[in-house]
């Protein structure tokens, strides 16, 4: 198998690379944040306890989070491998996660973290409240939430992963098919 978890900053692309990644390579692709928003359309249990959290801009808690990637993952055996996308946020996710790959008998093969300035990702947030319907890219109070919890919460996925030599870092910055060739080449160069 070859796992990946796509890194970056709300707003940083990792959904738009998620999807041409999914297609060229086969990859099972496994969002969180797509997840939820499904659970909430489909107004579960689940989804009416995590709006609230999405809604502030605040992280739904780890139990919640870990709980639906470990049923992801046992309810798909035998995919090419699973790419992460919005998870592990945090670094007790992160720990879940290798303890639930490993269980499968695989483990994380590399951590692509997409970089991109914060104004950037800001004005990336609004334009896509526009289209996306989603209530947590148009509040400006929201979207600064989201950015503080990614300092201070989720980079440490990126320190944990780094003691293991499993992070490269790449522009966030360009075309879309130019992010998506660099992203390639760094799989390509694993795989
Ligand atoms: P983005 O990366 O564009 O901010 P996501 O779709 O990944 O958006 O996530 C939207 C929201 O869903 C987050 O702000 C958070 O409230 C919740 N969420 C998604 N993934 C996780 C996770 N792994 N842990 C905790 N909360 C999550």
Known sequence: MFNLILFGPPGSGKGTQSEKLITKYGFKHLSTGDILRSEIANQTQLGLEAKSFMDAGKLVPDAVVIGMVGAAITANPGVYGFLFDGFPRTKPQAEALD???????????????????EEELIARMIG????????????????????????????????HYSQFDKVVSLNGLGSIDDIFNALCAEIDARA
Do not use: C, F, W
């Not at 303890?99 to 300035?117: D, F, K, Q, R, Y």
């Not at 896509?128 to 996925?157: F, H, I, M």
């Open 128 to 159: 896509r409240s526009k289209t996306s319907g989603r209530t947590d890219d148009a509040d400006p109070e929201v979207q600064k939430k989201r950015l503080s919890v990614y300092k201070n919460e989720t980079l440490a996925v990126a320190d």
């Open 99 to 117: 303890t639930l790959l490993s269980e499968h008998g695989t483990s994380i093969n590399v951590v692509l973290a997409m970089e991109v300035p």
